[in-house]
């Protein structure tokens, strides 16, 4: 063996270390937090970063949040001093943040006088003000959608910032939720915190720290590889949202991806620019979905880091709905648009490895949210949740019914819990049977969904495959498209795949999720 040349059993004890770091973060986070869209549907996600604000190691959580939470370091890092004991917090969608409701908490490392690493997490807030509860508002304007948190100190060498929670649980509809889940964020870095710590001590400063860039080194190399297996070539994919919830113009996502010599371009530039609707989405959101097609394609078990990005270069001039400039709107860009540049990267990989790709999934997270007063608990509500949808099938089976696919890694927030908090029924829940595209491997079944409401309640509604199918692939069907439908009193309305309406107490929100696309002929 060559001097000082990295042991492979130590490169796969640390690795497993520090996912097992962010692992215990996000259990920390699910079972102290108030909220069931982050308690039991698990909408948050933890990651260990190095001292740059690099990625070295997440959890299996949320890969739109993961991706993007390293440029939220980075920001931090840039706007502010840490001191051992801190904890920023920020949402800002243009300092690395994904939406306004997305929630980033960060807590340094300090070992030896330095911040040697960072711990931190994103958990999804079912309401961060704006104009409608849920803060998914069909906004103009960032300003709209909720209260905007740049790089801030909720907690000081130790000792927390008293006035800043104040400020943000006043402009709030939930404020003991909300406090309940920052508090969650805050224990969840704590932990982190105290396991990197443990790992420094046991193992050394530096000998922790050269693992940590070997890590990236192992995940940069196998990417590599991967790439040198795919035929070098431009290929090309478009596809579409079906509007920006303002107009009904379809909003256009086109990809160009170069592969030779070990790397990757992509390239945004035939992308519609950006729109008057919430379907901007920022760099952060796509470099995220870029990071998560371009991990997928790797066959082993890797670490997820930054060592993904080192073999991609990524052109997406400002401006683009891929790349948004403020103050535009950015709710739906980072659960929507993020989902349909995945479909056109994989759209355009389907030509360069053909057999290896699989059909469109739902290509939606189906957001609802919703809002009002309770008058048994004599207090407002607000609650956020995504449904599942088909999945697309490929070569070798058929695809996954009724399950998030993608940018999204959630769970299904049990009925139980849904009805006890909230002041409403799910009257229906079940498979969209035959909603799976065909072919020689059938798309997955969409989910049907049915929300009765027992008081006045104002709902949102973000959802996408309404007006355009999850394509099909190699002859296969495409999935069908979703429906958003409204029953009250006895007639039903078809509400688009965007909407914001006042609910009465009787009236019932259907929602028909997309299947994926099939594969093959039959």
């Known amino acids: 063996m060559r001097k000082n040349a990295p042991d492979a059993i130590e490169i796969e004890i ?3 270390l520090f996912i097992s770091i962010a692992e215990e973060m996000g259990a920390v986070l699910g079972r102290t937090s108030l909220s069931p869209n982050i308690k039991e549907r698990k909408d948050y996600s933890c990651a260990v970063f190095n001292r740059k604000g690099e990625t070295l190691a997440q959890g299996s959580h949320i890969p739109v949040h993961l991706g993007a939470m390293p440029l939220s370091v980075q920001a931090a890092l840039a706007s502010l001093r840490f001191e051992d ?25 300090f070992i030896g006088g330095r911040p040697a690493f960072f711990a931190a997490n994103r958990a999804h807030h079912s309401d961060v003000g704006g104009m409608s509860p849920g803060s998914m508002p069909l906004a103009r304007e960032i300003f709209q959608e909720g209260l905007i948190l740049p790089p801030i100190k909720l907690r000081s060498r130790g000792r927390m910032n008293e006035d800043l929670l104040r400020l943000i649980l006043a402009n709030v509809r939930t404020p003991e939720e909300r406090k309940g889940d920052l508090l969650a964020q805050v224990a969840a870095c704590e932990k982190g915190r105290v ?26 190399t196998y990417l590599r590889r991967t790439l040198r297996e795919i035929p070098p070539g431009s290929y090309a994919f478009s596809d579409v949202l079906d509007n920006d919830g303002i107009s009904n113009e379809p909003v256009r996502i086109s990809v160009r991806v170069k592969i030779g010599g070990g790397r990757a371009e992509v390239d945004f530039r035939g992308s519609s620019p950006q729109v008057a609707g919430g379907v901007n989405a920022n760099l952060a959101v796509t470099t995220s979905a870029v990071m998560y097609v371009f991990r997928s394609l790797i066959e082993e078990d890797i670490p997820v880091n930054t060592g993904l990005l080192r073999p991609i270069s990524i052109i997406a001039p400002p401006g683009l709905v891929v790349n948004a400039r403020f103050p535009a709107a950015t709710a739906a860009g980072n659960v929507e648009t993020s989902q349909r540049i995945v479909d056109v990267l994989l759209g355009a990989l389907a030509k360069a490895v053909p057999g290896r790709i699989p059909a469109a999934s739902q290509g939606t997270m189906n957001n609802i949210a919703l809002g009002g007063y309770d008058p048994v608990r004599r207090k407002d509500f607000a609650y956020y949740e ?12 058929p695809g996954l019914s009724g399950v998030h696919t993608h940018m999204t890694n959630s769970l299904n927030t049990p009925l139980e819990a849904l009805e006890s908090y909230l002041p409403l029924r799910i009257r229906g829940y079940s498979l969209r049977r035959g909603s799976g595209g065909r072919g020689a491997n059938r798309g997955g079944d969409g989910i049907v969904r049915e929300y009765e409401f027992v008081v006045p309640t104002r709902v949102t509604i973000m959802s996408e495959r309404r007006s355009f199918a999850p394509y099909g692939l190699v002859g296969g069907s495409p999935g069908r498209k979703g429906r958003n439908i409204l029953i009250s009193k006895g007639r039903k309305t078809n509400l688009g795949s965007k909407c914001d309406l006042a609910v009465q107490a009787g009236d019932v929100i259907r929602i028909e999720t997309p299947g994926g696309g099939g594969y093959g002929r039959k």
């Open 14 to 16: 640390f690795k497993n």
């Open 85 to 109: 004991g801190d904890l920023v917090l920020l949402n800002d969608p243009y300092r690395g943040g994904t939406h306004l409701p997305d929630i980033t908490a960060i807590a340094p490392v």
């Open 195 to 220: 396991r990197i710590l443990e790992a420094a001590d046991k193992f050394g400063l530096a000998r922790v720290e050269r693992y940590a860039g070997l890590i990236q080194d192992y995940t940069e």
């Open 386 to 397: 995504t449904i599942g949808g088909g999945m697309g099938a490929s070569a070798e089976h």
